[in-house]
Nanobody, 124 residues
Framework: QVQLVESGGGLVQTGGSLRLSCAAS????????MGWFRQAPGKEREFVAA???????VYADSVKGRFTISRDNAKRTVYLELNSLKPEDTAVYYC??????????????????WGPGAQVTVSS
């Protein structure tokens, strides 16, 4: 199993930017697919972005062009850059790790390790 801890959340204004970090420990980081999910109050958890162990990336339509996921295997860390933030981006953001699974490989059910979450609040 992989232990994950998110950091970098906070309060920003509409149009602002933020970078979330997720530090991993426990097992080999480079072999895992990594993802970001979010959950807003009263809504279901939704997929945001994912990056595979080979570096391929996938984004939800709602964030494509605004968010960027990346990873630094040497630092055992995955990042999510949130740009051009909107109030609807307000949510708890969760980092997750997957050892692999059926296509689509970035589905939530394939991620067995989850961080405790980081709050991102976007004000107008």
């Amino acid at each position: 199993q992989v232990q994950l801890v998110e950091s970098g959340g906070g309060l920003v204004q509409t149009g602002g930017s933020l970078r979330l970090s997720c530090a991993a420990s426990g097992r080999s980081f480079s072999d895992y697919n990594m993802g970001w999910f979010r959950q807003a109050p009263g809504k279901e958890r939704e997929f945001v972005a994912a990056i595979g162990w080979r570096g391929s990336t996938v984004y939800a339509d709602s964030v494509k062009g605004r968010f960027t996921i990346s990873r630094d295997n040497a630092k055992r860390t995955v990042y999510l850059e949130l740009n051009s933030l909107k109030p609807e981006d307000t949510a708890v953001y969760y980092c997750a790790a997957s050892g692999g699974g059926p296509e689509p490989w970035y589905r939530a059910a394939s991620f067995g390790s989850w961080g405790p979450g980081a709050q991102v609040t976007v004000s107008s």
